[in-house]
């Protein structure tokens, strides 16, 4: 300890008295270079003089190199990268702007040390004992593949080596061989596996560095188009989609919405591998190819919920110039939301429309308006609908704001031959339902702690749910109780789907049965 009391380093450590953290620091880089055999020689040749009665004579200062860094002294613990007055650019582990100029940190012979990489964005890679038991397992299957692995083989080796689901096996054996091999041979996977995919941290890391284009920092739409086309394709419960190809192309483009919908929760079209590991989309991937009915698989991938919400757009696009203007909104759920929500969802208030053509709503935008209106307590729906009635921009949604919305309510009402709801009733109600923090002041913190803030928006501008919340269909609850997994998307697309289906057989029904006796009937 008494080297810590040093010349060199006594303003330090009289700063770090004062901090605890800094002390802790500071105990951390001391160990760290104590442990170096630089410092242990230089320790025993200052004890060795200590004994002899000599001096003690003080580390050499560090040099200063040619571009005017300093290098650091052998014995002392390096400094975290710091920006230098030649800095230019952001420092990134995978720039290193002083490379040209030389090493960060030099020996007193001017010796150069290779620094090691801080961060890796897949992580520290696999531990040598998993890496051992991967490759062995490997090993046996191409065992059975002296001359190489076609993709039905190479498939196995996908799921039960690398983690990933079989259809996975073209986009890996692309990586791995080439755009138009057809085989992989035993060197050609070792060679991808010991350069890419054993240095991923876990099986999520792996799934991005699968999907993501080469030096792509984030997952785009035409990342997954590939891997679910595939999956598309080879999946039983879809076999029917197999000549359709218009279809495909709407199921495959609707999953990958969905996919960005849940798991980028920036909504900004770039999926980072933070947000792929906080999601469960790699879980539902796997549940994909165990099961055979896709219907089964609510989340991302359930072709009923595709079909219901590709039908509720083509319902509203009356024109089917695949996009939806202000008056056909109006028409959603039998006129069920007002005028005045319709216009936010316009003026792009919940989301910046993906729409090429101005002041309309394209299928993309559908999928998150419909997302959000079916299962409003979903937190991204709650941000969603949140920045609609924030009509000042200022995080609060105040007594003024719910009174715009509401009031078209109270005339919706009156036009339907009912008893209004007075708006100081409702927004005593409102409150006492929410408990924000601040009475008559409703925040996105707020809406997020409650379970009951789909209700709040429903009030505001959904007539068709308002009346439900207001008569507390008795059935709707039990359902609800008995079902307590099913999302409010969920439960709602199960009856749409019904419905639809009802409609198309009625309609199949009526262009069956001949005119003769349609009008005996």
Request: some cysteine.
């Amino acid at each position: 300890r008494d080297l810590r009391r040093a010349p060199h380093a006594g303003s330090e450590i009289n700063a770090a008295a004062r901090f605890p953290s800094s002390k802790l620091k500071l105990d951390e880089l001391f160990v760290s270079w104590l442990s170096m055999k630089e410092s242990q020689n230089l320790v025993y040749e200052l004890l060795k003089d200590a004994k002899l009665g000599k001096a003690l004579r003080q580390p050499k200062p560090a040099a200063v190199n040619g571009s005017g860094v300093k290098s650091a002294a052998i014995g002392t613990p390096p400094r975290s990268p710091q920006k230098g007055a030649g800095y230019a650019g952001t420092f990134s582990p995978t720039r290193r702007p002083l490379s040209r100029q030389g090493s960060l940190f030099k020996s007193e012979a001017n010796e150069k040390q290779q620094i090691p990489t801080f961060y890796r964005p897949g992580g520290e890679g696999l531990s040598e004992e998993v890496n051992a038991g991967k490759v062995a397992m490997a090993e046996r299957m191409f065992e059975r593949h002296m001359a190489g692995m076609n993709v039905e083989a190479f498939a196995d080796v996908v799921r039960d080596v690398i983690g990933l689901p079989r259809y996975f096996a073209k986009r890996v054996m692309k990586l791995v061989a080439g755009a138009n091999a057809e085989v992989v041979t035993r060197e050609q996977w070792l060679g991808h596996w010991n350069s890419t995919l054993r240095r991923q941290k876990d099986v999520h890391a792996t799934l991005f560095e699968t999907l993501r284009r080469p030096n792509a920092r984030a997952l785009e739409y035409s990342d997954f188009y590939e891997v679910l086309t595939e999956m598309m394709q080879t999946h039983p419960g879809l076999e029917f989609l197999r000549h359709t190809q218009e279809f495909q192309e709407r199921y495959v483009e609707t999953v990958v919405y969905r996919i960005f919908y849940e798991c980028n929760t920036t909504w900004n079209g770039r999926m980072t591998l933070r947000e792929l590991r906080k999601s469960d989309l790699l879980e539902h991937m796997l549940l994909v190819e165990d099961e055979e009915d896709i219907n089964r698989i609510l989340k991302y991938f359930s072709y009923e919920h595709f079909y219901v919400i590709y039908c509720k757009f083509w319902e509203l696009d009356t024109d089917h110039d695949f996009y939806i203007d202000r008056e056909d909104l109006l028409q959603y759920a039998n006129h069920a939301l007002t005028y005045r929500i319709v216009a936010r969802i316009f003026d792009q208030a919940g989301r910046l429309f993906k729409s090429d053509e101005p002041e309309k709503m394209c299928y993309e935008d559908f999928v998150w308006f419909i997302l959000s209106e079916e299962h409003k307590n979903h937190p991204l729906a709650l941000d969603y609908w949140f920045k609609c009635i924030d009509i000042h921009h200022d995080g609060v949604i105040t007594r003024d704001e719910i009174f715009y919305f509401y009031e078209e309510q109270i005339q919706r009402m009156e036009c339907l031959a009912q008893e209004p709801v007075l708006f100081e009733d409702i927004l005593c109600q409102m409150m006492d339902m929410l408990k924000p923090e601040v009475d008559g002041r409703v925040t996105l913190k707020d809406l997020r702690a409650n379970s009951m803030s789909a209700n709040f928006f429903n009030v505001l501008f959904n007539m068709n749910k308002f009346i439900a919340f207001e008569t507390r269909d008795p059935f709707l609850m039990r359902q609800e109780r008995e079902e307590p997994h099913l999302t409010a998307w969920d439960r709602f697309a199960r009856g749409e789907y019904l419905r639809l289906s009802m409609d198309e057989e009625e309609e199949m029904d009526h262009e069956s049965t001949p005119w003769g006796e349609e009008s005996q009937i």
